[in-house]
């Protein structure tokens, strides 16, 4: 593993965002800055000092129609990783990852995943009410159930999901019901009166986002660029963090903890068996 300080990782990670702004901006796609990003943006101007990643939101519609700009453009340096590019995968979203580089938790060194440096793109998805009804929230389950199946078999549940039902299922059938899932969950609907919600790699977030958090997007000084956020950003980091100006006590920071991390390494250098 190659030294590094955090600021590199944060700077190799500025460079994936740049690449995927330019590409939306290329095909008119909208995505913004989210989570302890956005928060950055607002009360740093750039990365959480302590921060080692970034988040971002697109609509479940344009995820997509991202995937297919990503194909157009061929770059050597990135990939799309969705069900489909990776069936390793163990996120239910996609992650854009950078090859020829490493951010590998060490519990998953013999996991034939994708494990390079990323940017999470957690979708925005409508809803008709305020809270998810059972049925959607049933799917969302079933999408992180059925997610799981490899990683359980591989016997490392325990770091992203477990459940011991799985070892009854085929890995045909999991890969199929997580798909008709997803698209019954991500169905077309009339977004002019829904509400947003996350659904998260683990969980569901039971969190309802007004959907005029989201309505308009403008730009905002992060690091060396201007950036992308919901013109809402206030109100929705709000709801979730509360007073997110107020800098957290060095016992209340967190990071993603203990990863193999090589910025010029590709990380099937680091897999096991």
Same mark, same amino acid.
């Given at each position: 593993?190659?030294?590094?300080?955090?600021?590199?990782?944060?700077?190799?990670?500025?460079?994936?965002?740049?690449?995927?702004?330019?590409?939306?901006?290329?095909?008119?796609?909208?995505?913004?800055?989210?989570?302890?990003?956005?928060?950055?943006?607002?009360?740093?101007?750039?990365?959480?000092?302590?921060?080692?990643?970034?988040?971002?939101?697109?609509?479940?519609?344009?995820? !997509?129609?991202?995937?297919?700009?990503?194909?157009?453009?061929?770059?050597?340096?990135?990939?799309?990783?969705?069900?489909?590019?990776?069936?390793?995968?163990?996120?239910?979203?996609?992650?854009?990852?950078?090859?020829?580089?490493?951010?590998?938790?060490?519990?998953?060194?013999?996991?034939?995943?994708?494990?390079?440096?990323?940017?999470?793109?957690?979708?925005?998805?409508?809803?008709?009410?305020?809270?998810?009804?059972?049925?959607?929230?049933?799917?969302?389950?079933?999408?992180?159930?059925?997610?799981?199946?490899?990683?359980?078999?591989?016997?490392?549940?325990?770091?992203?999901?477990?459940?011991?039902?799985?070892?009854?299922?085929?890995?045909?059938?999991?890969?199929?019901?997580?798909?008709?899932?997803?698209?019954?969950?991500?169905?077309?609907?009339?977004?002019?009166?829904?509400?947003?919600?996350?659904?998260?790699?683990?969980?569901?977030?039971?969190?309802?986002?007004?959907?005029?958090?989201?309505?308009?997007?403008?730009?905002?000084?992060?690091?060396?660029?201007?950036?992308?956020?919901?013109?809402?950003?206030?109100?929705?980091?709000?709801?979730?963090?509360?007073?997110?100006?107020?800098?957290? !006590?060095?016992?209340?920071?967190?990071?993603?903890?203990?990863?193999?991390?090589?910025?010029?390494?590709?990380?099937?250098?680091?897999?096991?068996?």
């Amino acid at each position: 593993m190659n030294e590094y300080t955090l600021r590199d990782l944060q700077l190799k990670e500025l460079e994936c965002l740049k690449e995927i702004d330019r590409v939306c901006k290329k095909y008119e796609i909208e995505y913004m800055l989210a989570w302890g990003s956005a928060i950055g943006a607002i009360r740093h101007h750039g990365f959480i000092p302590w921060d080692d990643d970034i988040d971002l939101v697109i609509k479940s519609k344009d995820v !997509k129609r991202l995937k297919e700009a990503f194909k157009k453009e061929n770059n050597p340096d990135y990939f799309f990783q969705d069900w489909q590019s990776d069936p390793y995968t163990t996120s239910w979203f996609p992650k854009i990852r950078m090859n020829r580089t490493t951010s590998m938790n060490r519990e998953l060194q013999d996991y034939p995943m994708h494990s390079g440096i990323c940017i999470d793109l957690f979708p925005l998805l409508p809803y008709k009410q305020d809270h998810l009804n059972r049925f959607d929230a049933f799917l969302a389950k079933l999408i992180v159930f059925f997610n799981a199946k490899r990683i359980n078999d591989a016997n490392h549940g325990a770091f992203v999901y477990e459940n011991k039902k799985l070892k009854y299922f085929p890995v045909f059938f999991c890969d199929f019901m997580r798909s008709i899932s997803y698209k019954i969950l991500t169905r077309s609907r009339n977004e002019e009166k829904c509400t947003y919600y996350l659904v998260d790699g683990h969980h569901v977030f039971d969190l309802a986002l007004k959907k005029e958090y989201f309505d308009q997007i403008i730009e905002v000084p992060f690091e060396d660029g201007m950036f992308p956020i919901n013109a809402g950003y206030d109100a929705f980091l709000r709801s979730y963090y509360g007073d997110y100006m107020q800098v957290p !006590k060095v016992s209340e920071r967190r990071n993603h903890g203990d990863l193999i991390i090589d910025l010029h390494k590709d990380y099937t250098a680091y897999l096991k068996g």
